[in-house]
Nanobody, 118 residues
Framework: QVQFVESGGGSVQPGGSLRLSCAAS????????MGWYRQIPGKQRELVAS???????DYADSVKGRFTISRDNVKKAEYLQMDSLKPEDTAVYYC????????????WGQGTQVTVSS
């Protein structure tokens, strides 16, 4: 079973930045598309950013131009640089693999809380 450890969350004021990190246990990490999902209280978990095994990226419209996803296949890690944060970005953020249909590949980790508030 693949395990994920997310870190880097915290509390920040609107307009601030955070960088999330995710360490994965999957030996074949480099073969999979990876993504960052978030869950806002009372809403379904949504995919906000993804990166293919070749490094091509895609973003939800709500974060496009503000968030940047990246990966390090040697370290089996992925990252999410979040700039110009807004209160509506407040959520628990999770990393996971991404299927061709945009669905998570494995079980969830504990996630990391991001709170944007003045």
């Amino acid at each position: 079973q693949v395990q994920f450890v997310e870190s880097g969350g915290g509390s920040v004021q609107p307009g601030g930045s955070l960088r999330l990190s995710c360490a994965a246990s999957e030996v074949l990490f480099s073969l999979y598309a990876m993504g960052w999902y978030r869950q806002i209280p009372g809403k379904q978990r949504e995919l906000v950013a993804s990166i293919t095994r070749f490094g091509s990226t895609d973003y939800a419209d709500s974060v496009k131009g503000r968030f940047t996803i990246s990966r390090d296949n040697v370290k089996k890690a992925e990252y999410l640089q979040m700039d110009s944060l807004k209160p509506e970005d407040t959520a628990v953020y999770y990393c996971n693999g991404v299927s061709a249909a945009g669905l998570p590949l494995w079980s969830w980790g504990q996630g990391t809380q991001v709170t944007v508030s003045s």
